[in-house]
């Protein structure tokens, strides 16, 4: 997943890329989710955990790809 745009304010205007999905910080489907970690296993696929924007703030979560 390329998570290249710029974090925005969260606002409904369609030029804001929002993706929609599942926050695992309050555990709920939510607009504007962002890949946080990816979690490597040994075998399988990797955890993947996504954050919406009001939980990055209050969790101060920097989303994956913008990270240095
Ligand atoms: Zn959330």
């Not at 939510?30 to 939980?55: H, M, N």
């Amino acid at each position: 997943m390329d998570e290249s745009t710029q974090t925005e304010p969260t606002t409904d205007t369609p030029a804001t890329p929002t993706a929609f999905g599942w926050c695992h910080w309050h555990q709920a489907h939510s607009d504007g989710v962002r890949l946080i970690d990816v979690i490597e296993q040994g075998t399988g696929s990797g955890i993947t955990t996504y954050a919406c924007q009001p939980c990055r703030d209050v969790h101060g979560l920097v989303p994956f790809a913008d990270r240095p």
